[in-house]
């Protein structure tokens, strides 16, 4: 209750002023606001349909995680809307802003309301839910008073970092941050925002996973971006871009704003599949269809070290159409993996990593899924040995490696998911 105080005092910060500084500081019309504003609620209700699942699979709490996190790069974002004026970049930097606003709404709006729910003792649910919603609204009624104050203090102050370069008595000077008026509130709720967020490790919901979880099941390469832009040799350097140095900047937030972006590579994949699986044999289409589309991919893969989860994306794409195009999906994974790997080996992909990727994948597409890992197991393993033989790799090593993979996977479920996958290897694997 007091974690649901602070974040809507927190939020209510800001989030009021939004409208309010587009109009009066930005000098945007009527028309500019609301049109964004959409935008935002676009994209509030297509990510409902993301982390609702999340939510099932991981518990609401990491979830509720994660859309704070989006919402503070939100928050940060807008102080770099001015500079210290409305300048060329201040629209597309809008645009983001409040699509990334409208996933972490997404997000937040339904996960606290269903910890409420779950967090609620037993017998004493109306007074706890009552008195939760009496905390969670004192901050949001404290928020816009207390905002509004700060705002009209902050009105005519201003902090402005600037670069400058001296040359022979000429001299070039360069706003690179200013911040004024509302940009001071919006700090603040960044700052508040933090500390808030950390208050939720104190809450403790049963089945909760690790945020790491979550984000590997959202984040695979944003490299399908590479194939439109390689054609002009000004943007080739966007193929060699490592993401996990991307990942790693210490930007609270970001983390998740990348996961979000590239959780479409999934369904890219996903699409591929699903055309081809109803018009053309499966081996051959998912070959053509996986080589085709992700070759770009691939081979970026081998100069950045991310096949293995390029691999796994492709495969947990694959077996969500492969579980909605036919009445028993575990029957055609066999098929589903003799594609990709010949795909992979005619790109000339490191075999063992692509092994790798698709242990990964099977175990978080299967669960993701709800399919049948038992019956998955019965026909994979000939097929690794298949393939293990036209890359004259022994069959025992290739099969080590993949069900090496499978354990390391099913570790991120749990103890007993893990214990139940050892056991359906023993039993449908011969080494």
Known sequence: MIFQMMWNFAANLAIPFFAVNMLQR???????????????????????????????????????????????????GWIFTTLPERYFLTIPLLVILHIFAGIATAAVSFTIGTLNLKLSP??????????????????????????GTL???????????????????????????????????????????????SMLAIVREEGEVSREIVLDTLKSPIR????????????????????GNLKRLPVPGLDVALGVTAYQIADTAKTIASANLRVRRVRQSLE???RNSF????????????????????????????????????????SVVSGILQAAQ?????????????????????????MDIDQIMRNVSKTIREIAIEN??????????????????????????YENMRDIIQRNIDF
């Open 26 to 76: 930005l000098g945007l019309s009527l028309f500019w606001v609301i049109g964004l504003s959409v935008i935002s609620q676009i994209f509030n209700i297509l990510f409902l349909r993301v982390w609702g699942p999340f939510a099932d699979r991981f518990g609401s709490k990491v979830v509720l995680s994660m859309g704070i996190s989006l919402y503070l790069i939100v928050f940060l």
């Open 122 to 147: 037993e017998g004493q649910a109306t007074p706890y839910l009552a008195s939760a919603a009496l905390a969670g609204n004192i901050g949001a009624g404290l928020g816009p008073i207390v905002g």
């Open 151 to 197: 705002a009209t203090f902050f009105a005519n102050r201003q902090l402005t970092f600037v670069t400058r370069w001296f040359d022979q008595g000429s001299s070039i000077e360069l706003t690179t941050i200013s911040i004024g008026s509302f940009d001071f509130l919006f700090m603040i709720t960044f700052i508040l925002g933090l500390a808030t967020l």
């Open 224 to 243: 399908e971006l590479s194939q439109q832009v390689t054609s002009v040799p000004s943007m080739d350097f966007l193929r060699d871009i490592p993401l």
């Open 288 to 290: 053509r269809s996986f």
């Open 295 to 334: 070759s770009n991919l691939w081979g970026i893969g081998k100069r950045t070290g991310d096949n293995i989860e390029i691999t796994a994306n492709i495969v947990r794409g694959a077996l969500h159409a492969t579980s909605e195009n036919y009445e028993r999906p575990e029957q055609r994974v066999s």
């Open 346 to 370: 005619k790109e000339k992909v490191n075999f063992d990593e692509t092994l790798k990727g698709i242990g990964q994948g099977i175990i978080h597409g299967a669960v993701e899924t709800n």
């Open 392 to 417: 004259d790799v022994p069959e025992n090593i290739a099969v080590s490696r993949f069900t090496e993979e499978l354990l390391d996977a099913a570790q991120g479920y749990g103890q007993e998911f």
